[in-house]
């Protein structure tokens, strides 16, 4: 049973001393209570007190991680169900299905396609995180044998999926030291999935046919270890966004122990559209791991770009370093393209300025990270500013000429910019879209 604020409150050193950056130690226990902090950051809190508060202080989702080393992916930690309210701390997985009957030759080139599924977006690289092997053979050999391949020439963590003791066993036997993830334990299994998955450090999958099967098994596998993800199925997407919705709702509202561990759920959609679709749903609430049978490109890049939104911080928006850039083999007579220092913004211009193949140069005003037209209603993107940003990076000495191309939308700094700057200023297309055209219509 959770704590709440004024029962931590009791057990606090009630000095006031802020070290734990709230102003008072009652604050403190409030944030506690409501899992906005954890209790480390008191430097004077006594043994007893920790012990005490040992089920507060833990978060109200465990953290747990998939696989090793560079492909480790941590899950869980959350804290808030809405981004808003804080954010969220470790984005959702995407694993990518591949089945053990396909053939060496099959298997290794389909391995080497989901190998390639990792993006560069607005200056961030993005990719998938997980290879979900399933067992379709029923030979444990052939199931270890590829899980050993996917462990050893896959760049992405592996999640073992089959309902066979000995078939698992072999297989982790085969890739423990990949850290994969064990998929699944149920009633039947359990204790021997449970051992299994403690012995050798590996995270174990939860199933049960509904949600109060999920926490009667929870409660019992969580004696053994507490690596464990919740399995969330269902026949409806509905269904399983209910599931999920749940789970986190009751870990973070009501503390429910069983419910606190990161989920995992399959994307059972046929049109790779679908499954696309079907995937968003739970990677926007609140899958830790979403497993997806598609894996082109096309498919996979918008899930990872929603995610990549969605898993931001919606206090520190996205940017880049202020400072002007050169696109292709740019020099001192090519020509600059002011924007702001958004990273959508910035991103989508370098990439049609690239796209163009006219050597240019962007301007990346400083406007803490906001969109042209909200930076200059916030009036950060103005003549003025801008002007005076140029010659913080002395762009006179930086160019032979004085030409520089605005935003449509921002047409009314034309006359301001050049009376403070100096500059030349071309008024260019609202869009970064229009870029292209533009450079090649007006050779600028
Ligand atoms: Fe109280 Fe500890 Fe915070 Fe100091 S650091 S104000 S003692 S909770």
């Known amino acids: ?35 906005k902090i954890a209790l480390d950051a ?39 169900l809405f981004r808003h309210d804080k954010k969220f701390y470790n984005p959702a997985c995407i694993a990518i299905t591949i089945s053990d009957d396909l053939s060496d030759d099959e298997f290794d080139k389909k391995l080497a ?42 760049k992405f963590a592996p999640i073992l999926m089959s309902c066979c003791v000995e078939s698992l066993t072999k297989a982790v036997e085969a890739t423990k030291s990949a850290r994969p993830l064990i998929h699944a334990a149920t009633e039947e299994n359990w204790e021997a999935l449970a051992n299994l998955a403690k012995a050798n450090d590996c995270p174990l999958v939860v199933s049960g046919c509904d949600l109060d099967a999920v926490a009667a098994l929870s409660e019992k596998v969580s004696a053994v270890t507490k690596n464990i993800v919740l399995e969330v199925c269902g026949d409806s997407i509905a269904q399983k966004l209910s599931g999920l919705t749940q789970i986190r709702r009751q870990a973070i509202r009501k503390k429910f122990r069983p419910f606190g561990f990161p989920s995992i759920v399959s994307v059972n959609a ?111 993107f103005n003549g003025e500013k801008i002007a005076q940003f140029m010659e913080e990076i002395n762009m006179n000495d930086k160019f032979k000429h004085r030409n520089i191309t605005i935003p449509g939308y921002v047409a009314i700094l034309k006359a301001p910019l050049e009376e403070k700057s100096g500059w030349k200023v071309k008024v260019g297309p609202n869009e970064a879209a229009g870029l292209p055209a533009y450079a090649k219509a007006n050779n600028v």
Not at 9 to 20: D, G, H, I, S
Not at 67 to 77: H, L, N, T
Request: hydrophobic letters at 40%; proline letters at 6%; a negative charge.
């Open 113 to 154: 396609v989901l190998n390639d599924l990792d993006f560069e977006r607005v200056g961030e690289k993005v990719s998938i995180d997980a290879i979900a092997l399933v067992q379709k053979s029923g030979n444990a050999d052939t199931f270890a044998a590829k899980a050993k391949k996917v462990s050893e020439n896959g």
């Open 42 to 80: 008191c430097p004077h809190v006594s043994d007893e007190a920790k012990e005490s508060l040992g089920a507060a202080s833990l978060p109200p989702v465990l953290k747990v991680t998939l696989g090793a080393s560079d492909k480790a992916r941590a899950m869980g930690e959350e804290v808030v």
């Open 270 to 380: 046929k049109s790779a559209v679908s499954q696309v679709a079907e995937a968003s749903t739970y990677v926007s609430k609140y899958a830790s791991i979403v497993v997806v049978d598609c894996f082109e490109k096309a498919q996979i890049l918008p899930l990872c770009a929603l995610r990549q939104n969605l898993f931001s911080d919606p206090q520190k928006p996205a940017q880049v370093v202020p400072g002007v850039f050169p696109i292709g083999a740019a020099d001192e007579n090519s020509p600059v393209y002011c924007t702001t220092n958004f990273s959508l913004t910035y991103y989508t211009v370098e990439g049609e300025l690239s796209a163009s193949k006219i050597p240019a140069w962007i301007l990346a005003a400083p406007t803490d990270g906001t969109s042209v037209l909200t930076a200059w209603a916030a009036g950060k």
């Open 1 to 35: 049973m959770a704590l709440t604020g004024l029962q931590i409150f009791k057990l606090m050193p009630k000095t006031n001393c802020k070290e734990c950056g709230h102003p008072t130690c009652l604050a403190f226990s409030m944030a506690l209570a409501s899992s």
